[in-house]
């Protein structure tokens, strides 16, 4: 293939992919530089970390899921342009947080003591509730369903 052909397809490769539409990913945590909005506490994966990810690719990254729902009641306008995800407390991998389903374990620490564990899976949610007796599980609305459970017990410094 000629040099000019060349440039022509790479021309139009770039193009089409810039023509695509931008997808929100999440992003990896950062322990050395990521400090939630929230509470002001550093992020660790620890399996209980949260991220709300904007469409110029900006990323909020919450210590624990309640701080990343009580961050969203104060700025509501701004969360419905955002997507979040929240990491899955098992295998710590992300999880789109309208496709998780939450357990509250007060049992089971997170970082602020909201305790609200997040799962990727029904039944990896389930077998955790199972074991830890008085849990909730919450698989619908589940900001809603937290931000109730959190108005009265939100953490201020």
Known sequence: MGTSRWFALAFITLV???CAPYV?????????????????????GDGHAAQAVGEDGTVLMFDDPGCLVMH???DPEHFT?????????DTHGWVPWDKAV???ADEVPTPMNYGWHAFGELSR???????HPGSQLVSRNTQTVLAADLKDRRWVP
């Open 16 to 18: 089409v992919a810039a």
């Open 125 to 131: 949610a389930e077998t955790f509730a199972e074991v």
């Open 81 to 89: 342009t955002l997507t979040s995800f929240v990491q899955d407390f």
């Open 24 to 44: 929100p990913e999440p992003r990896e945590v950062r322990p050395e530089t990521d400090v939630c909005p929230e509470c002001r506490m550093t992020v660790v």
């Open 72 to 74: 969203a009641l104060d």
């Open 102 to 104: 939450f357990v509250r």
